[in-house]
């Protein structure tokens, strides 16, 4: 199975600050990659697929990049609204896999 | 507006077999790939398996051997059994639509938690 790994684990940021969230994964998944914020009790949201492509109604300020084995997720300018936990997943090969997640907590 | 809905039992005794119904509005489920995912602190985000309306299915190795997911079309549901469950098995369960490039999960239920226990 592909295995992705989520860097950091968690970060404390303020409002306003630029956050940049991670993603490894073990083997070449060329851009088949999704990014999800969950907030505590809540369902995934998908916010960006295929590494960089913004879901409609998504605020711009999130932007996803990378290719092959190596992505980021960046919220550009953090809002009260954005924390919350950031997911990736990969979609390049059976099983499905996800990232053991980004927490975004209030610094 | 496409909405996913999970039904099915809170709590399951050890041994037993964990049943879930998913149930699709606003969309025909005669089209793209359905999922189930759990969620625990242990795991995290796990994938246990997809259907599309044909009845096609994939399924996760680690699960595969316990896991059956069917698709009923008339009713717009799809449905997941898991077999021989254990405390492990301890999840909120989610199920979710699978994006039409098969690209990303754009339509997600609200989620069950579902608690093996005697």
């Known amino acids: 199975a592909i295995q992705l790994t989520q860097s950091p684990s968690s970060v404390s940021a303020s409002v306003g600050d630029r956050v940049i969230i991670t993603c490894r994964a073990s083997?070449?998944?060329?851009?088949?990659l999704a990014w999800y914020q969950q907030k505590p009790g809540k369902t995934p949201k998908l916010l960006i697929y295929?590494?960089?492509n913004l879901k409609g109604e998504v605020p711009s300020r999130f932007s996803g990049s990378g290719s092959g084995t190596d992505f980021t997720l960046t919220i550009s300018s953090l809002q009260p609204e954005d924390f919350a936990t950031y997911y990736c997943?990969?979609?390049?090969?059976?099983?499905?896999?996800f990232g053991g997640g980004t927490k975004v907590e209030i610094k | 507006q496409v909405q996913l809905q999970e039904s099915g039992p809170g709590l399951v005794r050890p041994a037993e077999t964990l049943s879930l119904t998913c149930t699709v509005s606003?969309?025909?489920?005669?089209?793209?790939?359905w999922n189930w995912v759990r969620q625990s602190p242990e795991k995290g985000l796990e994938w246990i398996g997809h259907?599309?309306?044909?009845?096609?299915?994939t399924y996760s190795p680690s699960l595969e051997s316990r896991v059956t997911v069917s698709v009923d079309t008339s009713k717009n549901q799809f449905s997941l059994k898991l077999r021989s469950v254990t405390a492990a098995d301890t999840a909120v369960y989610f199920c979710?639509?699978?994006?039409?490039?098969?690209?990303?999960?754009?339509?997600w239920g609200q989620g069950t938690l579902v608690t093996v226990s005697s």
């Open positions: 606003g969309d025909s489920i005669s089209a793209y790939y």
């Open positions: 997943q990969q979609f390049n090969g059976y099983p499905l896999t």
């Open positions: 979710a639509r699978e994006s039409y490039g098969g690209d990303s999960f754009d339509y």
């Open positions: 259907i599309n309306y044909r009845g096609s299915t």
């Open positions: 083997q070449d998944i060329s851009s088949a």
């Open positions: 295929l590494a960089s």
